[in-house]
């Protein structure tokens, strides 16, 4: 029972001990708590960062594709307009060589065609 009946100032003296010791829990959480804050902070902007690294790097792709898929468009472009002038200008030569049979070509042609489009 002595232990019951302690004396005020040693009850005293456990009481601060504790109440300093929580006060001391309390602010080592507040700081553990504005550290997280902190390092949560920088996570999200470091999230930040590499989201919009990635969407660079994927619209510069992107961009790389459509001009390689434009250049190759008017790669083919060219290759059929040069076909195109080769095919003239042999067909203009070969007219120009014989003109004759080509007036005879032509004209042949167009009986067949006449004769086609002229069904009833």
Do not use: C, W
């Not at 507040?30 to 999200?44: E, N, P, Y």
């Not at 594709?65 to 030569?93: C, F, I, K, M, N």
């Amino acid at each position: 029972m002595a232990e019951a009946n302690q004396p005020a100032a040693a009850q005293g003296a456990t009481e601060g001990t504790a109440r300093a010791r929580a006060e001391s829990d309390v602010d080592r959480l507040k700081s553990d708590m504005d550290a997280l804050r902190k390092d949560f902070a920088a996570l999200t902007e470091s999230l930040k960062d590499v989201s919009t690294a990635r969407g660079r790097s994927y619209a510069e792709r992107a961009r790389a594709t459509a001009d390689d898929y434009q250049h190759r468009a008017q790669a083919t472009a060219e290759e059929y307009q040069a076909r195109a002038r080769a095919g003239l200008e042999q067909a203009q030569a070969t007219i120009e060589e014989r003109p004759m049979t080509s007036v005879l070509v032509a004209f042949g042609i167009g009986l067949l065609l006449g004769k086609i489009l002229d069904r009833d």
